[in-house]
């Protein structure tokens, strides 16, 4: 017969492997490492969802072979009707026909090749990511633009510092963005993305949203930022395209009522001022001249974000010419007297020492297989209970908002946005050996340290200003761990960072960059067991690449004859 069912092969047993890895696992936004597998996933819905139109067009291309036959029979058959069917074997066929190829025809049209394509696409929305992961990936777009002070334009078309695949938002792309700021109240970049997606439309760009609806939105964000003359302008202009939009209606008559209302009011303190004598241009105001903000007036959040920028550096030529590079034997370690580690000096207040080439490559990606399975959202300490905590990627409520002179806004940005996990000898005996060589270079006892973490930051991932130590406000910090304080840390690049993603230190205007194998070692605590304040440091987020960091932090105990405690308190 030529009516055939047409089957697909069922995809329901497809990448198993790979769900199994993703179905324990959410907040795919927090780790780039882990959104690869997004990647293989959607690649196999695309061949799956191939297969469905084949099957659709070999259905219909049989459809339509049979429309063609019964066209050219019907129209023949049809010019002289009883002279067609006197022929016997056109009377058998006839009957033949509207009994059983209909039937078959009705059947074909009517059988389901959508199965095997449902069936992959529904195992594997379970896996998918969240709304919360789409408003994640969003707010870092937002926090990314304000860090490194990028307009709209250029992130809509793609032209970010160091991109190998470039990439253009569309208007809808755009207006998502603008929907989630708004839902956030935040009006500030509610305006910036809707008149981005404005500028898109108006630029030719075919899309299924409308200009009103765009206008609609972004008039209403810049009228709650106080800009009423420049939100009458967008209405009139939503009403010249939809004179009958009812809230744009309403929202004219109620801007110009409240700009007549100022300009009243603006008048009548002009009129008193005149009465009063004040408008006297005899008297001139002293205005007193303000001295130029030093770096160490500024605030917290905007000496970080300068850092992150590259600006505010403070490190004057003179400190510059204090710091040296060396071949290290640590202190004549056997295993580094004949093959020295490379080492150099990033800081000196506080000392920050980096160590090049001390990782292997194999090395490197060796922790990455390991850990990539068991990244989970990063862990805080708790200053209170001194308990490990999962960091929020919301806004955090530790933290006051901050107005920000340049935008006028408030801004709150996430804590920690990135995914970690901790490794020991037990996982591979590879990191014990890299845990000795922490130890043979540091000459810091490791056995009471914490295990090696691995961190990969998400998109725009990030982790705010913040101690390594426990403060003497803390004293429940690393409580349950009984080996003291975080005396020092040890972090591996582990991979290079196109863009973003450095290690800085606000309060001395300290900025390390990523470097793919290389380590940076820095003491948290003085001699004297007080904490080094200085040491505050934040990583800032990633604009473009994939960021991969390991870290030690080495604790108080077993260093009392490794490191014997100073006299003086900042010794």
């Not at 055939?4 to 199994?20: F, H, V």
């Not at 009957?95 to 959508?114: I, P, Y």
């Not at 809230?247 to 603006?266: D, I, P, S, T």
């Amino acid at each position: 017969m030529l009516w055939i069912r047409m089957e697909l092969p069922c995809w329901c047993l497809l990448l198993l492997s790979c769900l199994q890895s993703l179905s324990a696992h959410n907040d795919f936004f927090t780790s780039i490492g882990q959104m690869t597998d997004l990647l293989y996933t959607e690649k196999d819905l695309v061949t799956s969802l191939k297969d469905y139109i084949k099957a659709e067009e070999s259905k219909l291309e049989q459809v339509k072979r049979w429309a063609d036959k019964l066209d050219s029979l019907t129209a023949t058959a049809t010019q002289d009707p009883e002279g067609f069917l006197g022929h016997p074997v056109n009377a058998f066929k006839l009957m033949k026909r509207l009994n059983t190829e209909w039937g078959n025809l009705e059947s074909l049209v009517l059988s389901d090749t959508t199965d095997g394509f449902i069936s992959n696409l529904t195992i594997q929305r379970q896996h998918f990511p969240t709304d919360e992961d789409q408003t994640g990936a969003a707010k870092a777009l937002l926090r990314l633009q304000d860090t490194y002070r990028l307009d709209a334009n250029t992130i809509s078309t793609g032209n970010l510092p160091g991109v190998k695949h470039k990439s253009h938002m569309t208007v809808e792309d755009c207006y998502e963005l603008g929907k989630i700021a708004y839902s956030e109240v935040d009006y500030y970049h509610t305006e910036l993305w809707m008149a981005q997606a404005l500028k898109q439309l108006d630029d030719g760009e075919e899309s299924t949203l409308d200009k009103v609806t765009v206008l609609d939105y972004l008039s209403y964000a810049i009228y709650q930022q106080g800009e009423i003359e420049r939100a009458l302008e967008y209405t009139k202009r939503l009403l010249e395209l939809d004179p009958e939009h009812q809230r744009a209606k309403g929202n004219l008559k109620y801007f110009e009522f409240q700009l007549e209302k100022q300009k009243k009011a603006a008048d009548a303190e002009t009129e008193k001022q005149k009465e009063q004598g004040t408008t006297n241009t005899t008297e001139k105001k002293k205005v007193k001249k303000r001295s130029p903000k030093t770096f160490s007036l500024i605030p917290e959040r905007k000496k970080y974000e300068m850092l992150c920028r590259g600006e505010g550096i403070r490190m004057t030529p003179r400190r510059q010419s204090r710091l040296f590079c060396r071949y290290y034997d640590s202190n004549r370690n056997p295993k580094y007297v004949l093959g020295p580690v490379k080492q150099q000096d990033e800081w000196d207040r506080p000392y920050i020492v980096r160590y090049l080439d001390i990782i292997s490559d194999a090395e490197m990606e060796r922790i990455k297989q390991l850990a990539k399975p068991r990244l989970r959202r990063a862990t805080i300490s708790n200053p209170v209970t001194g308990v490990l905590e999962t960091a929020s990627y919301r806004i955090s409520k530790r933290r006051a908002t901050v107005h920000d002179p340049q935008t006028g806004k408030l801004t709150t940005a996430q804590y920690r946005v990135s995914k970690s996990a901790w490794l020991t000898g037990y996982d591979d005996p590879m990191i014990d050996t890299i845990n000795q060589r922490i130890e043979d270079l540091t000459g810091l006892e490791m056995d009471t340290a914490e295990e090696l973490q691995i961190a990969n930051y998400g998109v725009g991932g990030q982790y705010e200003p913040h101690f390594d130590f426990g403060r003497k406000d803390e004293p429940d910090a690393f409580k349950e761990l009984g080996t003291g304080n975080r005396i020092a840390t040890w972090l591996f690049y582990m991979s290079n960072v196109s863009a973003g993603g450095a290690t800085v230190f606000p309060d001395v205007g300290a900025a390390v960059w990523p470097q793919k194998g290389t380590a940076v070692f820095w003491y948290n605590l003085f001699a004297s067991g007080e904490g080094d304040y200085s040491t505050r440091h934040a990583a800032c987020p990633v604009l473009v690449g994939n960021k991969w960091v390991s870290n030690k932090w080495i604790h108080e105990r077993g260093q009392e004859w490794r490191r014997p405690c100073g006299l003086s308190e900042a010794e």
